[in-house]
């Protein structure tokens, strides 16, 4: 009997051996092609010697040292390095060891701030309702999945959520881009009419929507509206890239392509790219210095936050990022992938959309192309076409969101960056072996 608590008590799962590149492989030798980086985490592959050499000479230096006492030279270089490529205005760094941690470390932040610059009444956090923002309390009531939120709710800090900019089902027909951006925007002044201006603290989105919708991009303009009502109220904009920053869009910083900074920025899972767990929060130097010039202390902080060989390691993924030109093979081998799956899957009847951007792609599955209709979700179609390609050899990313109330399934693919041609005809085939095998 295992002793492990497990993600889902019922699961029987092969044991992980090592990695190999792009693949997985079990202790039976079986290889998987890690088509999603797990949840768009490994955004190097598996075995990159530069990222685990990096590691290995921090630890023969030191393991940790207690952020209260020390600072260490991999945190400090890390800081730097995130500054100098971070969106204008960016200008700290406070590091973590996960994505749900620099959310927590966000909303506190923007609390703490709101009371350092006399704002007591600013409290309450709006956000989009397909959203996903992390697992601990104050992520889980920021993001808008009901299913998850919903048997901890007695226990949530208060949050109202908004609609996501999702042109595939929001978009009117007749209506432009230009037009459904601004319109959907605009419910962010609607409900900070509605809650009143003076007791709202933060909007929280992700530029691209990962787990819920599955790599949906806002249209162009929807966050310039957005950063703009934003100023308009003194309403901070936070912006989780946990699964869509560091590079898996194409740039380093995914909100750089619509073309806002915002005022706290999250990152995560491709800062370690999966070598260590580590997370970061940035934010500018005003909410920084209204803190620093106030009472000098965030009041936040974890044990293993700074931890030098998760920093080292960090490091050594933004070297392989931007030094090495990850960031640039990012967007080509997504452009690749993407017209590989549009010839394929393009006129799919069971696919209604592929979108994303970079290596961050998803796919719709609907029952009805023409009416979008989504698939019962009794069928659980997401969970079959999961476990179809796995058994096939291709680690996939299937959710089922909710879409208009109801659920709908879709695929997020964000495999790393290293990957070749050969993997992404893999990629297309033993996807197009599981979906024949699931619908
Ligand atoms: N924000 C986003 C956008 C995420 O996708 C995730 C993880 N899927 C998180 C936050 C939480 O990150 P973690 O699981 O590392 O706590």
Request: aromatic residues 6%; glycine residues 12%; proline residues 4%.
């Given at each position: 009997m295992s002793h492990i608590f497990p993600r889902n008590s019922r699961a029987r799962l092969p044991v992980i051996d090592h990695g190999d590149g792009v693949y997985l492989v079990d202790t039976t030798g079986k290889r998987y092609l890690d088509?999603?980086?797990?949840?768009?985490?490994?955004?190097?592959?598996?075995?990159?010697?530069?990222?685990?050499?990096?590691?290995?000479?921090?630890?023969?230096?030191?393991?940790?040292?207690?952020?209260?006492?020390?600072?260490?030279?991999?945190?400090?270089?890390?800081a730097d390095a995130l500054i100098a490529h971070a969106p204008e205005g960016l200008d700290r760094v406070y590091l973590v060891s996960g994505g749900s941690e620099a959310v927590e470390a966000a909303l506190k932040l923007a609390r703490q701030y709101a009371l350092e610059t006399g704002q007591p009444a600013r409290h309450r956090v709006i956000a989009r309702r397909q959203s996903y923002h992390g697992n601990t309390l104050g992520a889980l009531a920021t993001g808008g999945n009901m299913w998850r939120r919903e048997p901890f709710a007695p226990?949530?800090?208060?949050?109202?959520?908004?609609?996501?900019?999702?042109?595939?089902?929001?978009?009117?027909?007749?209506?432009?881009?230009?037009?459904?951006?601004?319109?959907?925007?605009?419910?962010?002044?609607?409900?900070?009419?509605?809650?009143?201006?003076?007791?709202?603290?933060?909007?929280?989105?992700?530029?691209?929507?990962?787990?819920?919708?599955?790599?949906?991009?806002?249209?162009?303009?929807?966050?310039?509206?957005?950063?703009?009502?934003?100023?308009?109220?003194?309403?901070?904009?936070?912006?989780?890239?946990?699964?869509?920053?560091?590079?898996?869009?194409?740039?380093?910083?995914?909100?750089?392509?619509?073309?806002?900074?915002?005022?706290?920025l999250t990152i995560a899972k491709g800062l370690g790219a999966g070598y260590q767990p580590v997370g970061a929060m940035l934010c500018t130097a005003a909410i920084h210095d209204a803190i620093a010039e106030g009472s000098g202390f965030f009041q936040h902080g974890h044990t293993y936050m700074g931890h030098p060989a998760a920093?080292?390691?960090?490091?050594?993924?933004?070297?392989?990022?931007?030094?090495?030109?990850?960031?640039?093979?990012?967007?080509?081998?997504?452009?690749?992938?993407?017209?590989?799956?549009?010839?394929?899957?393009?006129q799919h009847p069971h696919i209604g959309d592929i979108r994303g951007r970079g290596l961050f792609l998803g796919l719709e599955l609907v029952a009805d192309r023409e009416t979008k209709q989504p698939f019962d979700p009794a069928r659980k179609l997401h969970a079959r076409l999961k476990a179809a390609a796995f058994e096939a050899g291709l680690i996939c990313y299937p959710m089922g969101g909710t879409i208009d109330g109801r659920q709908g399934d879709h695929v997020l693919l964000a495999p790393p960056f290293i990957l070749e041609d050969t993997h992404i005809d893999e990629i297309v085939t033993k996807l197009g072996t599981a979906l024949a095998q699931s619908l």
């Open positions: 088509g999603s980086g797990g949840a768009a985490v490994s955004c190097l592959g598996h075995s990159d010697a530069a990222v685990t050499a990096a590691i290995r000479a921090q630890l023969d230096r030191v393991a940790f040292a207690h952020t209260g006492f020390f600072t260490s030279d991999p945190a400090e270089r890390l226990l949530m800090i208060e949050t109202t959520h908004i609609a996501p900019c999702y042109a595939y089902r929001g978009q009117d027909p007749g209506e432009s881009a230009a037009a459904y951006g601004h319109r959907v925007a605009n419910e962010l002044e609607a409900e900070i009419l509605r809650l009143g201006p003076e007791t709202v603290l933060a909007f929280v989105a992700e530029p691209v929507v990962g787990a819920t919708l599955g790599a949906v991009p806002a249209v162009e303009g929807y966050f310039h509206r957005i950063r703009d009502i934003c100023d308009t109220y003194g309403v901070l904009l936070i912006l989780d890239e946990v699964m869509c920053g560091m590079g898996r869009t194409g740039t380093l910083f995914a909100c750089t392509q619509d073309g806002i900074a915002p005022d706290i920093a080292a390691a960090a490091l050594a993924v933004l070297g392989r990022l931007t030094d090495d030109g990850l960031v640039a093979r990012a967007r080509t081998m997504g452009a690749r992938l993407r017209t590989a799956l549009e010839d394929a899957f393009g």
